[in-house]
């Protein structure tokens, strides 16, 4: 009998909770977002639940809700934008530094069979946006060369592979046959490696590493680096004063020309004797002017008369005896009267070329051909 009180009293419990969860339901069915949950109707003494489902719950459907779909336009726009091609924009390297600079310059630059080939093909079909057909000049004419000529020393790199190179930060190779070792500069990067030979003309440049720059505009820079791998032999001759070095491959083929200035006459002391036409102060005479120059390390001083003088040396590739003046600064004692200095410093700096008009004599010239001095070397005695 108790027993079955029990049973009773938790019978009658059970169905208290579910009428309970009905009240609750049909309190939010009117809740949008419970529209169409299910409705209980309850009958009897709550013995008994019923479900029910609404009109609207029936005509809907049981699924979770979705976020509304993108309109086709919409993803019609997002996929145009996708579509659209964005270009890249390169930065202009940066010269490496410190410890970064000399771990960079130990890796060789190398370039893959690709790019190679890509580029021998563009100079073989005379691809030269900036550089002029070397093929379409006339030869030069081709003299003895001196005695004690060698291919050690430095080089400007006047064309490579039938490529004119006209740019101003020219590049450059010199060969150190001492040390067995060559370096140079491609227009962005430098470059050094080793020199092997079998005698006569054979030329081998190895090991050669590299520093890692990006430049941009360098139009020759990889076919300069190319090229230097590809060397066998060398081929030197002269014209006039500009001696011509032809660097070969394998098979006879000139991959390289390079070109010297030979203005090394020009070393030494020189006095000043004539300035425009007229004489100047004689070498034994106090304000006698005077000039030291070195094209080995392209540097220029001497005195004018009153005050000293120092500068710098350019020779242009590109030009046969080429001589500039750059760079020059004075002292700054006042003069006697008379003083030529102005006239000496504005000659200078409008020099343009020199000529040895004798194994003794120099004169210098302007860009019109105007001759501004003569100068006479001298031959100091060591007491």
């Given at each position: 009998m108790k027993y079955s009180s029990l049973l009773n009293r938790r019978a009658s419990a059970f169905a208290s909770t579910l009428a309970s969860v009905a009240l609750l339901s049909v309190s939010l069915s009117s809740c949008s977002v419970l529209g169409g949950s299910k409705s209980y109707k309850i009958s009897g003494s709550g013995e008994t639940v019923q479900s029910t489902s609404s009109p609207s719950a029936s005509a809907s459907s049981d699924k979770a809700l979705q976020p509304p779909k993108a309109t086709p336009k919409k993803a019609k726009a997002k996929k145009d934008k996708a579509a659209k091609p964005v270009k890249a924009s390169k930065k202009k390297g940066k010269a490496p530094s410190g410890n970064k600079a000399s771990a960079s310059a130990r890796k060789p630059t190398v370039v893959k069979d690709e790019t190679?080939?890509?580029?021998?093909?563009?100079?073989?079909?005379?691809?030269?946006?900036?550089?002029?057909?070397?093929?379409?000049?006339?030869?030069?004419?081709?003299?003895?060369?001196?005695?004690?000529?060698?291919?050690?020393?430095?080089?400007?790199?006047?064309?490579?592979?039938?490529?004119?190179?006209?740019?101003?930060?020219?590049?450059?190779?010199?060969?150190?046959?001492?040390?067995?070792?060559?370096?140079?500069?491609?227009?962005?990067?430098?470059?050094?490696?080793?020199?092997?030979?079998?005698?006569?003309?054979?030329?081998?440049?190895?090991?050669?590493?590299?520093?890692?720059?990006?430049?941009?505009?360098?139009?020759?820079?990889y076919l300069i680096n190319l090229a230097l791998a590809d060397v066998t032999q060398y081929r030197a001759y002269q014209d006039g004063r500009i001696t011509f070095l032809d660097l070969k491959g394998k098979d006879g083929q000139t991959l390289m020309v390079l070109r010297r200035h030979n203005m090394e006459f020009l070393n030494g002391i020189w006095h000043i004797d004539t300035l425009e036409g007229t004489a100047m102060p004689a070498d034994s005479a106090e304000d006698a002017a005077r000039m030291t120059l070195n094209t080995t390390d392209l540097q220029v001083h001497g005195t004018t008369g009153c005050n000293i003088f120092n500068g710098e040396i350019f020779i242009d590739p590109d030009k046969k005896d080429s001589l500039q003046f750059i760079n020059i600064g004075t002292t700054r004692m006042a003069c006697p009267d008379g003083s030529r200095e102005t006239e000496v410093l504005l000659a200078l700096e409008s020099v343009e070329s020199a000529r040895l008009t004798s194994p003794e004599h120099v004169t210098l010239y302007s860009a019109d051909g105007k001759q501004l001095m003569t100068l006479t070397k001298l031959h100091m005695v060591r007491e």
């Open positions: 190679r080939q890509t580029l021998e093909a563009a100079a073989a079909a005379g691809a030269t946006a900036a550089g002029v057909k070397a093929a379409d000049k006339a030869k030069p004419a081709q003299s003895a060369l001196p005695k004690d000529f060698t291919i050690g020393g430095e080089w400007t790199i006047y064309s490579v592979r039938n490529n004119v190179l006209r740019s101003e930060d020219r590049p450059y190779v010199a060969f150190d046959l001492v040390a067995k070792r060559f370096y140079g500069y491609n227009g962005c990067n430098y470059l050094n490696g080793d020199i092997e030979s079998d005698g006569g003309e054979s030329l081998r440049l190895v090991n050669a590493i590299s520093t890692m720059r990006m430049c941009d505009g360098v139009e020759f820079e």
